[in-house]
């Protein structure tokens, strides 16, 4: 169950540095993208 979620975690991060990149993100999206990497990190811990 844990590397489903690492791996999920990982897209997370993948895709909330995507948006960074192409700085195409809205604040909004930003909150929520910590959001559930934040969510994700406490269900592995």
């Not at 997370?12 to 993208?33: A, H, S, T």
């Not at 990497?37 to 592995?44: D, G, I, L």
């Amino acid at each position: 169950m844990a590397k489903i979620i690492d791996i999920l975690t990982d897209l997370l991060l993948k895709i909330r540095n995507n948006f960074i990149d192409k700085q195409v993100c809205q604040e909004g999206e930003f909150d929520y993208m910590d959001a559930m990497a934040k969510e994700y990190e406490n269900y592995s811990l």
